[in-house]
């Protein structure tokens, strides 16, 4: 079909007529959580769209997908259909592109990642009359698969910086995703949006631990701007991140201060800080589960014992900063 179609399908809003442009979605096989991201230029107020995150499904310990560009409501339920049925992430491909809910995969971009039992895959699709610039990627690294895909896009660099970004990051599947958002994080990725200098309108975020109920991410944050406003909804995104996640490694611009130490570790009951402190100013004390999730939090002008006795047995990141300097590392809480 003639591009002004497609055009105007983007502009049209209604729902099942909506234009997405840059997204990941992802797994972990080692933890089996499955996660995803994207952000677009499109107005969801305008569109009524009230969830940012209406174009993922996440189908907790089996797969997730995105659908793109002219989303389809049917064509998300299939792929769900498809994930449960054990289908490997190219078959739910290849069944969309056979079995397209309007005819016309070629308008359609989706991505996708599966577990099928022990054999982790990950698959996109993007059809050739969706707007350029479009294309995708796939990969793993360190047992984490991903697909991205995106259209109306700046050039190819705004994929290739998404994947860096979730290659490079050390930490949960939450924390590389969200690297992967930061790599997008360039005034027009979406050309859309190149006017008001930034990347996008919406931005969301979401993991499902795989005990999670369908439907009900442990992790589900998100926001969406109208035209007027002019804000990078992925730095919002980041500290909406901020406030229950901590991503590791540290940040480079910190100092590290390698002489503080929680002790002992091993431990449990009350824990000791150790090292050379400024007393004048606050010593804040944060222990993340494995997956990053926030635990316990301590804020002192002292080095006061730390009660854990609330925390499981397991194995836990820890992290003591105290202005811009801080030091992270490995806790193990036993309990006899």
């Known amino acids: ?17 909506s234009q997405d442009t840059f997204s990941i979605v992802a797994l972990d096989s080692t933890s089996r959580a499955v996660g995803s991201a994207g952000a677009s230029c499109l107005d969801l107020y305008f569109a009524g769209y009230s ?9 907790p310990d089996t797969g997730a997908v995105n659908i793109q560009s002219y989303f389809v409501q049917a064509n998300q339920d299939n792929a769900v259909q498809r994930l449960r ?6 078959d739910v491909i290849n069944w969309l592109v056979a079995n397209d809910a309007n005819n016309n995969p070629e308008f359609k971009q989706h991505g996708v990642v599966s577990f099928n039992g022990g054999m982790p895959t990950s698959a996109a699709h993007s059809g050739n009359t969706c707007i350029n610039y479009k294309n995708h ?4 690294i360190e047992g984490f698969y991903y697909a991205i895909q995106g259209n109306i896009l ?3 660099h705004v994929l290739d910086s998404m994947e860096q970004g979730f290659r490079r990051e050390k930490g949960s599947l939450a924390c590389r995703l969200m690297a992967a958002m930061q790599g997008a994080k360039i005034p027009g990725a979406d050309t859309r949006c190149l006017s008001q200098g930034i990347s996008s309108k919406f931005a969301f975020l979401q993991v499902a631990q795989a005990s999670d109920p369908y439907g009900f991410p442990s992790l589900n944050i998100g926001l969406r701007t109208p035209d007027s406003v002019v804000i990078e909804p992925i730095d919002s995104l980041q500290k909406l991140l901020n406030q229950s996640l901590s991503c590791y490694p540290l940040n480079i611009e910190n100092q590290v201060i390698n002489n503080w130490m929680i002790y002992p570790n091993p431990g449990s009951g009350y824990l000791q800080l ?3 402190f400024q007393l004048q100013d606050p010593i804040d004390v944060t222990i993340f589960s494995v997956s990053g999730q926030r ?6 002008l002292d080095l006061t014992p730390l009660n854990i006795n609330q925390i499981p047995s397991g194995t836990y990141w820890y992290r003591i900063k105290q202005g811009t300097r801080e030091k992270r590392g490995c806790l193990v809480v036993v309990f006899d």
Do not use: E, K, V
């Open 1 to 17: 079909m003639r591009w002004s179609f497609c055009i105007l399908y983007l502009l049209m809003p209604f729902r099942g007529q």
């Open 51 to 59: 969830d940012p995150s209406f174009l993922t499904r996440l189908i």
């Open 85 to 90: 049925m054990g289908d490997h992430a190219m």
């Open 137 to 140: 990627i796939t990969g793993s």
């Open 154 to 156: 700046q050039g190819q």
């Open 274 to 276: 150790r090292g050379t």
């Open 295 to 300: 635990i316990f939090q301590s804020a002192n």
